[in-house]
């Protein structure tokens, strides 16, 4: 690159046209691709000359010091671009976008959970990109792996809040306790609540993503009787946000949504509850392994039975993939080798709002529980078919999704993921959550 390095913010950079999506007008037509690849290119140039921060440059270095290859980033970044559903031409930019984020401030800050988003990356034994990259864009403000600590920790984020207004990505794990004005939940020496704290940080941001279903929609914090009045981060802030569900989120989305946001500075298009449609657009059932299995009605009905060991369909077992929306199937988990139909158990449903009211019993399909005995109406009548009954529900939620892809245009405004208005206050949320 030539010209000058200096202070450029993100709001400089060029906001690229949407994108369609599979089955969309225009995702066929190479042109229309092309010329949306130059915008990204225009883009990440000028994202290339603002100044290197720290880490910059040691990001590919740290990523070649685990024993990962270049060849093996290529391939990264071949399958985080399927991932993100973008052609191949698009695999050098994910590539070169990847090799950047570390140009984007990130604050991350933890509230009501277990941390579990974060352990899950930490406590990889055999860290893959994704989790390198994580680990490297999280060096402005995450509390969980950065040095400092008490006082000091303090006021490296009030530092970055301040230097870095309406400039950085703020990412929450965990729920924000509502109930006493927030006081379910205090952080730091001063006693602040999550809630004040969540507010101050996302007013200042440039997008907000919610990591977790304890920060997209409440998880486990909010399940009945919730006594502490826990919500999702968007929701109780009234804010629209990026929301990565899942328990933990895999890292694998996450990253390729700041990847999203670096490479065409705008929100992703949405489903109904916020959440990127690249990722979250597909049941886990549809394109899941053992599908062949569900639609001969061929089914495990015990722990350990014939079915198991010949690998057959898990919804006897209380799989809730059907009504599921994530990509573990595609994606899988630990550095993509398995994930947890795969490993022999269900779907619990993790990714889905109260998915720990309303998925459970976890080992029991969730059509005993819906209808009864009483109403007579047999899942299992049904599953012995071809499972028409767990289809007709599905199809209702891929009909939300319908419906929310058809909205994407007004709930994807170019980059409005900021939770600051003009005057500096929240925005108010541009979707409804209704029926969570
Ligand atoms: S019910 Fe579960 S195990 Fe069976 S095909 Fe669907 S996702 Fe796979
Ligand atoms: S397979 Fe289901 S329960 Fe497991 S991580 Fe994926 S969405 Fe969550």
Redesign the pocket.
């Known amino acids: 690159m030539s010209g000058q390095k200096g202070k450029v913010r993100l709001d400089d950079l060029p906001v690229v046209a949407d994108r369609p999506l599979e089955g969309e007008p225009g995702a066929d037509d190479p042109a229309r691709w092309q010329e949306i690849a130059e915008q990204v290119d225009r883009r990440l140039d000028l994202l290339e000359r603002t100044e290197a921060r720290a880490g910059d440059s040691s990001l590919l270095d740290r990523l070649f010091s685990t024993g990962l290859t270049r060849r093996d980033f290529i391939r990264w970044s071949s399958m985080m671009t399927a991932t993100l559903m973008l052609p191949p031409l698009f695999e050098p930019r994910v590539a070169r976008a990847a090799a950047l984020s570390t140009r984007v401030p990130v604050v991350w800050i933890n509230l009501a959970d277990c941390d579990g988003n974060t352990e899950s990356l930490l406590r990889t034994g055999d860290p893959d990109f994704a989790t390198v990259i994580l680990d490297t864009i999280s060096l402005d403000y995450n509390e969980t792996v950065m040095a400092p600590a008490g006082a000091a920790a303090e006021a490296r984020l009030e530092e970055v809040l301040q230097k870095e207004r309406g400039n950085y990505i703020a990412m929450f794990e965990g729920a924000l306790p509502t109930g006493l004005n927030g006081a379910f939940l205090t952080l730091g020496s001063k006693g602040e609540t999550g809630l004040s704290l969540a507010r101050r940080v996302a007013s200042g941001a440039k997008a907000v993503v919610a990591v977790g279903t304890c920060a997209t929609f409440g998880g486990i914090p909010a399940a009945g009787p919730n006594p502490t009045g826990a919500k999702g981060v968007g929701e109780a802030l009234g804010i629209p946000v990026i929301n990565i569900s899942g328990c933990p989120a895999n890292a694998t989305n996450i990253v390729g949504t700041l990847l999203d946001v670096v490479m065409f500075g705008r929100m992703p298009a949405l489903d109904q509850y916020s959440r990127p449609l690249w990722a979250y657009g597909r049941r886990?059932?549809d394109n899941?392994?053992?599908?062949g299995?569900?639609d001969a009605g061929e089914y495990v009905l015990q722990w350990g039975d014939a079915g198991a060991e010949q690998g057959w369909?898990?919804?006897k077992m209380g799989?809730k993939?059907?009504y599921t929306f994530n990509n573990c199937?595609l994606i899988r988990w630990n550095q993509g080798t398995s994930w947890p139909?795969r490993a022999g158990h269900?779907?619990i449903g993790c990714s889905e709002p109260a998915f720990w009211d309303s998925m459970t019993p976890f080992e029991q399909p969730l059509g005993e529980k819906v209808y009864g005995s009483a109403a007579g109406i047999g899942i299992d009548a049904k599953a012995n078919t071809v499972g028409e009954w767990?289809l007709g529900i599905a199809a209702a939620g891929i009909a939300a999704h319908a419906v929310a892809t058809s909205l994407r245009n007004r709930l994807s405004p170019a980059w409005a993921g900021s939770g600051a208005g003009p005057d500096g206050q929240p925005k108010a949320p541009t979707h409804s959550q209704e029926g969570e």
């Open positions: 886990i059932h899941c392994e053992r599908r299995h569900f369909c898990l919804f799989c993939g059907p199937s139909v269900g779907c767990a």
